[in-house]
């Protein structure tokens, strides 16, 4: 699978995958990272877990992917098809205010993308999904809720996030939110 650090393209092989993977006690997928801000905070924060940040815009990760952290890489590719070096690894997704193909993909129940997650996802991993308001006007999170619980996610009752709640999550995105003309989010969370 292609990563990236900076401006410099790296294969990694499922072997050298699971060399950097030990010893971690969680191993979270950010998709649709963005500039991989969330990425970098998580894995500064818990040096226990191992974070992948998944894009298909590579110029948006070379800021945050230039930094060596031992417990992160970032790995470009689309939603909709994932590199099949991650199966069954992932115990944690998270998916952050998304939009374009990525919200598309929630909205219709893409059967690649949920193909793809439900493929790199480990007995009893997780999900977070943040939605904004925009995607809330658009679709509403009905339609996203029931096409997970379709997939075979167990959604708990969605979180509404205000523009504090937005001004403090580790994301560029949520923090453009917070401050903009609709500064709502709804957060679902649950589990395979």
């Known amino acids: 699978m292609e990563t990236i650090r900076g401006k ?12 950097r993977l030990a010893g971690h006690s969680r191993v979270i997928l950010d998709l649709g990272t963005g500039d991989g801000r969330y990425v970098h905070h998580l894995a ?11 894009d298909s815009c590579r110029e948006n ?14 790995v470009i590719a689309s939603a909709q098809d994932l590199p099949g070096e991650l199966d069954s690894l992932i115990s944690h997704v998270t998916i952050n205010f998304p939009w374009g193909s990525l919200l598309e993909g929630l909205l219709a129940s893409d059967p ?11 007995t009893q991993a997780s999900l ?11 679709a509403g999170v009905d339609e996203i809720d029931n096409n997970l ?10 979180v509404t996030m205000d523009a504090n709640a937005l ?8 923090k453009r939110l917070a401050f903009g003309r609709d500064p709502r989010a709804m957060m679902l969370y649950g589990q395979k």
Not at 8 to 19: C, I, Q, R
Not at 114 to 122: A, M
Not at 128 to 138: C, M, S, T
Not at 167 to 174: E, Q, V, Y
């Open 8 to 19: 410099t393209s790296l294969d990694l092989d499922l072997h050298g995958l699971n060399k």
């Open 44 to 54: 500064e924060r818990n040096p226990n877990w191992f974070v992948i940040g998944v």
């Open 61 to 74: 990760l070379r800021e945050h992917s230039r930094t060596k952290l031992p417990n992160a890489i970032f």
């Open 112 to 122: 690649k993308l949920i193909r793809g997650l439900e493929s790199i996802s480990c």
């Open 128 to 138: 977070d999904l943040h939605l904004n308001g925009g995607a809330l006007a658009e």
């Open 149 to 158: 619980l379709q997939a075979g996610w167990q959604l708990k009752t969605p």
């Open 167 to 174: 001004s403090d999550f580790p994301s560029t995105w949520a």
